[in-house]
């Protein structure tokens, strides 16, 4: 077989970039219908060039977030390039391979088919496109080690179930998935880690308290319009709380309240900064799949009936109204996003046929993982609020030979946090520790 030529190779900060642009079915089941493209992009360390070097390929997180661009090679990526050559991977739908979008989606035509084309872009499809990335650049017969950050996590343990043969090594950092959960356990662990969260927030920052509830009021009072066109609602204000699971996510949400404010002739208004930095924080239109496949990622022979929204009835004092406490939720999926945010709005009805779909494949096979033999090393994050430590426990004692490392060190984000991550994982699979 041919390996494929790089679109273009670029020498940058030590690194050598090489993209790389393949063929893959829209459904691998039936590999001679419609085709997507993905995009992949190699990093070599210019001084350790040699060919028989070990590949790692890296799996974002997500869902609908693509791979890294690297400017340079320190953190995570330098330590693994002190060993490997990495394979930086658009997963479908996502930078460069096959975006989807809302103005992609509204060209399939109707809802329908919208939803149709979405049930191809889960872990199980991003996987089998994985191995066609390794078939196609490393050959038949190679092997590769894997590292998923969060969803890339849950990913990583998709792979373990189909292909493990095709792995020499797993790294997992705070992406151990719940095996059959429904999304409901999931919530139901999520909404107090939010609580927590706030709670330590506000003791850190009091003052942002009557902040909160200052602009939680002004909201209720008036109609806010965001740049992009968008309605600043209190529910949407309160998603903010998203930001609380990383490592700078409480510094960052406090400088941004610190600003939320102007003076005006006609009183006081939200500012404009205020408005953009919150929009941009928030990119559920910019990347759409976050929002529509969010529950799907638990989704296995049940649906998920929009499970944040319901789940949420048992957790009342998220649920502001004039005259309570400021509140926040995390990383949780609603049906009124699909009005709310404008750009979500032409999705409003696949994500229904989405969210009632009870047809979803089983993308972990439980009696593959207990009878694991490919090492696997995790990193769990004591008070991680998006993947809890109660249900990354569970899963870890499920999988076959996996070495856990339980940390409070770390927020979800560890990864970004230089090389201390990584290398701990590598130390523990090499057992220098």
């Given at each position: 077989m041919t390996t494929p030529t790089p679109r273009t190779v670029v020498r940058h900060h030590g690194m050598i970039l090489s993209d790389y642009e393949l063929s893959v079915p829209l459904d691998h089941a039936q590999p001679q219908g419609p085709s997507l493209t993905v995009f992949a992009r190699t990093v070599v360390n210019r001084n350790r060039t040699a060919p028989d070097r070990p590949w790692l390929i890296y799996l974002q997180g997500g869902p609908g977030f693509p791979g890294p661009r690297p400017l340079t090679d320190n953190g995570w990526l330098h330590k693994a390039l002190e060993d490997h050559h990495v394979l930086l991977l658009d997963s479908r739908g996502n930078g460069r391979s096959s975006v989807v979008l809302t103005q992609t989606?509204?060209?399939?035509?109707?809802?329908?088919?919208?939803?149709r084309y979405l049930r191809h872009f889960r872990a199980d499809s991003i996987v089998r496109d994985a191995e066609v990335v390794r078939r196609q650049l490393l050959g038949e017969e190679s092997r590769w080690s894997v590292l998923g950050q969060s969803y890339g996590g849950f990913c990583a343990m998709t792979y373990l179930s189909l292909f493990p043969e095709s792995l020499r090594e797993v790294f997992i950092t705070g992406g151990l998935?719940?095996?059959?959960?429904?999304?409901?356990?999931?919530?139901?662990?999520?909404?107090?880690?939010?609580?927590?969260?706030q709670r330590k927030f506000f003791a850190r920052y009091p003052h942002q308290q009557e902040q909160c509830a200052r602009i939680l009021e002004h909201l209720h009072r008036h109609e806010i319009t965001l740049p992009a066109g968008g309605r600043l609602t209190p529910r949407r204000f309160q998603q903010m709380g998203f930001l609380l699971g990383m490592d700078d996510g409480m510094e960052n949400l406090h400088y941004l309240l610190d600003g939320a404010f102007c003076r005006t002739a006609?009183?006081?208004?939200?500012?404009?900064?205020?408005?953009?930095?919150?929009?941009?924080?928030?990119?559920?239109?910019?990347n759409p799949i976050f929002a529509i496949l969010h529950e799907m990622c638990y989704t296995q022979g049940f649906a998920s009936r929009w499970s944040a929204e319901r789940i949420r009835a048992e957790f009342p004092a998220t649920n502001w109204a004039p005259g309570r406490e400021?509140?926040?939720?995390?990383?949780?999926?609603?049906?009124?996003?699909?009005?709310?945010?404008?750009?979500l709005r032409p999705l409003r009805e696949a994500a229904e046929i989405l969210a009632r779909d009870d047809t979803w494949p089983v993308l972990y096979d439980s009696?593959?993982?207990?009878?694991?033999?490919?090492?696997?090393?995790?990193?769990i994050y004591a008070e991680d609020m998006y993947v809890p430590r109660a249900l990354s426990e569970q899963t870890a004692s499920a999988i076959g030979g996996l070495k856990a490392w339980l940390t409070n060190e770390y927020e979800h984000s560890g990864l970004r946090d230089g090389e201390r991550v990584l290398g701990r994982l590598l130390a523990m699979q090499h057992e220098m520790i």
């Open positions: 989606l509204e060209s399939l035509g109707n809802p329908l088919a919208q939803a998935a719940p095996l059959t959960d429904h999304p409901d356990v999931y919530y139901r662990h999520t909404y107090p880690e939010v609580a927590r969260k006609g009183g006081e208004e939200l500012s404009y900064p205020f408005l953009r930095a919150l929009e941009n924080q928030q990119p559920f239109e910019t400021p509140s926040f939720t995390g990383e949780m999926i609603y049906p009124w996003m699909f009005e709310d945010y404008p750009r009696a593959r993982l207990a009878k694991n033999t490919v090492p696997v090393v995790a990193a």
